[in-house]
């Protein structure tokens, strides 16, 4: 799911993640959605939702507002078939809400490890604790309710009380802003306050509101087979004859965006200290990316390092290390939203197991790797390497 605009918006409470919009008219629509066309739009859309639309996921005809949750919490910033051998696994693991309270974070961390924001896990734990020990087990039904769950925001909360409830509360996904970005012809960046109230406005006008489950359902899946960001396949959506960008060749520029993504990088050099069958390693910061996640001691620069230029820095010097020998094993890259990590290993055999003085982390047999959660970086190295 891409994350540069998710909204929720439930026509029982007006709210939108911006909190400018307080009616749904509230704004003026470009002249180019006539009544016509948006009487046309729904429509069309759920009878293809109910005759054409073969997009099978499991999450789909559940009912289950915990397993609706467990969905779109993995769905964040994660793609369907991506994310559905994750909530395969977890539903499985752990069946109600009250066996994911109960589980050790480690336990659930390894589940979690692959699917990159650490954050999110974070927030289900203390989401599903909070409604066993606060709730009685028992989650909200209401938006206002659903919304003041950690971790969960406005498009997340009109999605869970869409699909568990019925609640007329439409999302706007991605996928959803680029059907009706083409669709209704519409070129306000979408990154834009003005736009992201344009979309959200739009998308609850068209909601029918007694059956906004099929429409949101419908719209976003319409956006991921159909109406896709590259190669749309036009011939086959049901909008297509009264679709603006398709009628004016507008499909390859919509929808538009004002603001280009700014992408730093960072570089990571791992000492990978290891001692007969034991290796040193150290839990990352929660405030930091891959937070609570397992890591080698790691030394960041502002640039790549050889071994010869690393080992002449103070940070290396300073540990002292009893090492017999020391290589260069290879190095990874992994792009996440906003940033691209380089990361380096460096692998020590060490004489003894040192004692790294104030460095936060200790040694742990190779026996034990698989009981750990490690950022995808560190666990492909580890995995090639055979140290389990």
């Not at 692959?114 to 909070?130: E, I, K, P, V």
């Not at 929808?255 to 839990?283: E, G």
């Given at each position: 799911?891409e994350?540069?605009?998710?909204?929720?918006f439930?026509?029982?409470c007006?709210?939108?993640e911006?909190?400018?919009?307080?009616?749904?008219?509230?704004?003026?629509?470009?002249?180019?959605?006539?009544?016509t066309?948006?009487?046309?739009?729904?429509p069309?859309?759920?009878?293809?939702?109910?005759?054409?639309?073969?997009?099978s996921l499991?999450?789909?005809?559940?009912?289950?507002?915990y397993?609706i949750?467990?969905?779109?919490?993995?769905?964040?910033?994660?793609?369907?078939?991506?994310?559905?051998?994750?909530?395969?696994?977890?539903?499985?693991?752990?069946?109600?809400i009250?066996?994911?309270?109960a589980?050790?974070?480690?336990e659930?961390?390894r589940?979690?490890?692959?699917l990159?924001?650490?954050?999110?896990?974070?927030?289900?734990l203390?989401?599903?604790?909070?409604?066993?020990?606060?709730?009685?087990?028992i989650f909200?039904?209401t938006?206002?309710?659903?919304?003041?769950?950690?971790?969960?925001?406005p498009y997340?909360?009109a999605?869970?009380?869409?699909?568990?409830?019925?609640?007329p509360?439409?999302?706007?996904?991605?996928?959803?802003?680029?059907v009706?970005?083409?669709?209704?012809?519409?070129?306000t960046?979408?990154?834009?306050t003005e736009?992201?109230?344009?979309?959200a406005?739009?998308?609850?006008?068209?909601?029918p509101?007694?059956?906004?489950?099929?429409?949101?359902?419908?719209?976003?899946d319409l956006?991921?087979?159909?109406c896709t960001?590259?190669?749309?396949t036009?011939?086959?959506?049901?909008?297509q004859?009264?679709?603006?960008?398709?009628i004016?060749n507008?499909t390859?520029?919509l929808p538009?965006?004002?603001?280009?993504?700014?992408?730093?990088t960072?570089?990571f050099n791992?000492?990978?200290?290891?001692n007969?069958?034991?290796?040193?390693?150290?839990?990352?910061g929660?405030?930091?990316?891959?937070?609570?996640?397992?890591?080698?001691y790691?030394?960041?620069?502002?640039?790549?390092l050889?071994?010869a230029e690393l080992?002449?820095l103070?940070?290396?010097?300073?540990l002292?290390?009893?090492?017999?020998?020391?290589?260069?094993?290879?190095?990874s890259?992994?792009?996440?939203?906003?940033?691209?990590i380089e990361?380096?290993?460096?692998t020590l055999?060490?004489?003894?197991k040192?004692?790294l003085g104030?460095?936060s982390?200790?040694?742990v047999?190779?026996?034990?790797?698989n009981?750990?959660?490690?950022?995808?970086?560190?666990l492909?190295?580890?995995?090639?390497?055979?140290?389990?």
């Amino acid at each position: 799911m891409e994350s540069w605009l998710i909204i929720g918006f439930c026509s029982q409470c007006f709210h939108v993640e911006t909190g400018l919009l307080n009616s749904l008219h509230t704004l003026s629509l470009p002249t180019a959605m006539s009544h016509t066309h948006q009487h046309k739009f729904t429509p069309a859309l759920l009878v293809w939702h109910h005759t054409d639309n073969n997009r099978s996921l499991p999450w789909k005809s559940e009912k289950d507002p915990y397993k609706i949750w467990l969905s779109e919490i993995i769905l964040q910033q994660t793609r369907a078939l991506q994310g559905l051998p994750y909530y395969v696994r977890f539903t499985e693991t752990y069946p109600t809400i009250q066996q994911l309270a109960a589980a050790a974070d480690e336990e659930v961390y390894r589940i979690w490890q692959g699917l990159g924001y650490y954050n999110r896990c974070r927030n289900m734990l203390a989401t599903a604790r909070h409604i066993v020990t606060e709730l009685s087990g028992i989650f909200p039904s209401t938006y206002e309710g659903i919304l003041s769950l950690k971790g969960i925001g406005p498009y997340t909360a009109a999605a869970i009380g869409s699909f568990a409830f019925g609640l007329p509360c439409a999302v706007v996904d991605g996928n959803v802003t680029r059907v009706l970005s083409r669709y209704f012809g519409i070129e306000t960046p979408i990154d834009t306050t003005e736009g992201k109230n344009i979309f959200a406005t739009l998308a609850q006008e068209l909601l029918p509101q007694d059956d906004s489950a099929a429409y949101n359902q419908a719209i976003m899946d319409l956006g991921a087979t159909v109406c896709t960001p590259k190669a749309p396949t036009c011939s086959e959506c049901p909008l297509q004859k009264n679709c603006e960008a398709r009628i004016s060749n507008l499909t390859s520029l919509l929808p538009i965006k004002s603001k280009k993504v700014l992408v730093t990088t960072r570089h990571f050099n791992y000492l990978v200290l290891r001692n007969d069958d034991f290796l040193w390693l150290q839990k990352r910061g929660e405030q930091d990316i891959w937070g609570n996640l397992f890591e080698p001691y790691l030394i960041e620069s502002d640039a790549a390092l050889t071994r010869a230029e690393l080992t002449k820095l103070p940070e290396f010097k300073g540990l002292q290390l009893p090492y017999t020998d020391m290589e260069y094993s290879g190095k990874s890259s992994q792009r996440l939203t906003h940033r691209i990590i380089e990361a380096s290993f460096f692998t020590l055999q060490l004489s003894a197991k040192a004692d790294l003085g104030k460095a936060s982390g200790s040694w742990v047999a190779l026996s034990e790797l698989n009981k750990m959660a490690f950022p995808k970086t560190v666990l492909s190295f580890l995995q090639n390497n055979l140290y389990f």
